[in-house]
């Protein structure tokens, strides 16, 4: 992406860090999201907090 952007003739820090940082943060909450299912389907099922 940032050596495409380099090409076209932008600047990366305006174009490239926002979709990056994005793209991130998806790939982030997804992984987040498919651990809380795997404990899920493994039995940890412990809703308290370890209360």
Not at 2 to 8: E, F
Not at 20 to 32: E, I, K, Y
Request: proline residues 4%; hydrophobic residues 50%; charged residues 20%.
């Amino acid at each position: 992406m940032v050596h495409y952007i380099w090409r076209v003739g932008d600047d990366p820090d305006n174009v490239a860090i926002p979709y990056l940082t994005a793209l991130g943060d998806l790939l982030g909450t997804g992984f987040l999201a498919l651990a809380f299912q795997i404990l899920f389907m493994l039995g940890d099922r412990d809703s308290d907090l370890g209360d």
